[in-house]
Nanobody, 123 residues
Framework: QLQASGGGSVQAGGSLRLSCAAS????????VAWFRRAPGKERQFVSA????????KYADSVKGRFTISTDNSKNTVYLQMNSLKPEDTAVYYC??????????????????WGQGTQVTVSS
C-alpha cells in the first residue's frame, strides 16, 4: 500500500528525489513520514508531513537540505534530498500514521510501512 522508490548512488553534494506512492486505501487524514536506517544503526526519523493539511517536520540533521511534499493527485509523497552527505547513506522507508493527532518522529506511531529504497552517497 506504500511503495517507495527513487533511491540510488550519488556523490556528495548531489541530489535525489524519493517517492512514496500510496494505493489500496485512503491516506487523506494521515501523517506520512520518511525514516532511514544506516548499517549498524538504529532507525532514524527524517521528515514528516500531513497528507492533506499544512505542516511539516524535519530532523535537525536534514533541515535546509531535504524537502518533503505531497502530490494528492498522484497519491504520492516526495522527499527531495539536496546537498547529500556520505552520512545520509541508508535505506529509506516511508510510513503512514492513519490516526495521526500530530506529526511524530516516533516510528512506533506509524501503522503502514513501505519497503525501503537504498540511498548511497559517496565522498
Amino acid at each position: 500500500q506504500l511503495q517507495a522508490s527513487g533511491g540510488g548512488s550519488v556523490q556528495a553534494g548531489g541530489s535525489l528525489r524519493l517517492s512514496c506512492a500510496a494505493s489500496g486505501r485512503r491516506f487523506s487524514n494521515s501523517a506520512v513520514a520518511w525514516f532511514r536506517r544506516a548499517p549498524g544503526k538504529e532507525r532514524q526519523f527524517v521528515s514528516a508531513i500531513w497528507w492533506s493539511l499544512t505542516g511539516t517536520k524535519y530532523a535537525d540533521s536534514v533541515k535546509g537540505r531535504f524537502t518533503i511534499s505531497t502530490d494528492n493527485s498522484k497519491n504520492t509523497v516526495y522527499l527531495q534530498m539536496n546537498s547529500l552527505k556520505p552520512e545520509d547513506t541508508a535505506v529509506y522507508y516511508c510510513a503512514a500514521d492513519i490516526a495521526a493527532g500530530r506529526l511524530s518522529g516516533d516510528s512506533r506511531t506509524y501503522n503502514y510501512w513501505g519497503q525501503g529504497t537504498q540511498v548511497t552517497v559517496s565522498s
